[in-house]
């Protein structure tokens, strides 16, 4: 799994999002999110998601909650569809913007 910072507003994730590389996506992610003192909407690009799995939707959930603390707020793009499906499944379809 990749996080790569494309832009102060941007995040494209590229790889797998599943328990194997969650605890390494979460802390890519937040060590981005760290870095920036910007509070304009962050999105977050998941076209480059392959396997994916609930353990990919903790991590970005935890995301979501991470910026809202700073008062930042955040887009999803191209969800893929085991995120999808978990997300629906689990009833937070809505604040990942889904609905």
Do not use: H
Not at 49 to 72: F, T
């Amino acid at each position: 799994m990749e996080v790569v910072e494309v832009r102060p507003d941007r995040v494209q994730m590229k790889g797998a999002l599943t328990f194997a590389t969650a605890t390494a996506a979460r802390e890519a992610a937040l060590a981005i999110l760290n870095r920036s003192s910007s509070s304009e909407s962050l999105t977050v690009d998941c076209s480059g998601v392959g396997a994916s799995d609930s353990a990919g939707l903790a991590v970005l959930i935890d995301l979501l909650a991470n910026a809202s603390k700073r008062g930042r707020p955040v887009q999803f793009w191209n969800l893929p569809p085991g995120i999808v499906a978990a997300a629906k499944i689990s009833d937070v379809d809505t604040i990942l913007g889904m609905a």
